[in-house]
């Protein structure tokens, strides 16, 4: 059967319903009933995680929230180019302590939406997600913002979203139908389980 291809329309319909049920979940987990910062993976490459990344922050920006979209994602970086902005740094950069969170977060064409981009190929990020530096920084852009979505590379291949996760309220696993095995996406729900105690769902991205 050939793959459906989603219009924005389908889309934004889409994460309206997702951010409804972080809502909804969070609301049974947390006290101060927020879906606060959001960690978006998925199982393997090539599911789409990006745009329904992106996609997430800009409904919960057009619902009147003040968010950052995070790209902790050096191996494919396309969230700057993908709404049209400038880097003037980069998550990396900014927890090696070479330029500011302030330089480096850029506003988008969306109203309520801020940017902290990523470089391609920047060294020892997984380390650096475990440092101080980075606790620090999500700590502020947590309180700075409402929602902090952040986009990851897939759990096959790499543990960046796990341990991000450790400091997030929820996690969001992108799985595209017939893309991943039965077996890649049990394990890595459980490496999100074992990673924090937030709620995780699934999204199922352009089923067949």
């Known amino acids: 059967m050939a ?3 989603f219009s924005m329309d389908d889309l934004d319909y889409m994460m309206e319903g997702i951010v409804a049920n972080l809502r909804f979940a969070m609301e049974a987990w947390k006290d101060d009933a927020t879906c606060g910062s959001v960690v978006v993976t998925s199982t393997v490459a090539g599911e789409g995680k990006s745009i329904i990344a992106r996609r997430l922050a800009e409904v919960l920006a057009a619902s009147g929230k003040n968010v950052v979209l995070v790209e902790a994602n050096s191996r494919n970086p396309v969230l ?4 049209g ?3 003037n740094g980069y998550l990396s950069s900014v927890i090696r302590g070479e330029v500011s969170a302030g330089q480096a977060i850029v506003p988008t064409a969306v109203d309520g939406l801020d940017l902290l981009p990523e470089i391609r190929g920047a060294s020892g990020t997984l380390d650096l997600y ?4 980075f606790d620090l920084l999500f700590a502020a852009l947590s309180e700075a913002y409402d929602h902090v979505v952040v986009d990851t590379p897939d759990l096959s291949t790499y ?3 796990a341990v991000i996760f450790a400091q997030a309220d929820a996690a969001l696993l992108v799985v595209q139908e017939n893309c991943a095995t039965r077996q890649q996406v049990a394990d890595a729900y459980e490496l ?3 990673a924090g105690d937030g709620f995780i769902g699934t999204v199922l991205n352009r089923a067949r």
Do not use: I, Y
């Not at 700057?80 to 709404?83: D, F, G, R, S, V």
């Not at 475990?130 to 530096?133: F, S």
């Open 80 to 83: 700057a180019q993908e709404l």
């Open 159 to 161: 543990a960046d979203a």
């Open 130 to 133: 475990g440092t101080e530096r």
């Open 85 to 87: 902005v400038a880097p």
């Open 3 to 5: 793959q459906k291809d």
């Open 192 to 194: 999100l389980s074992r």
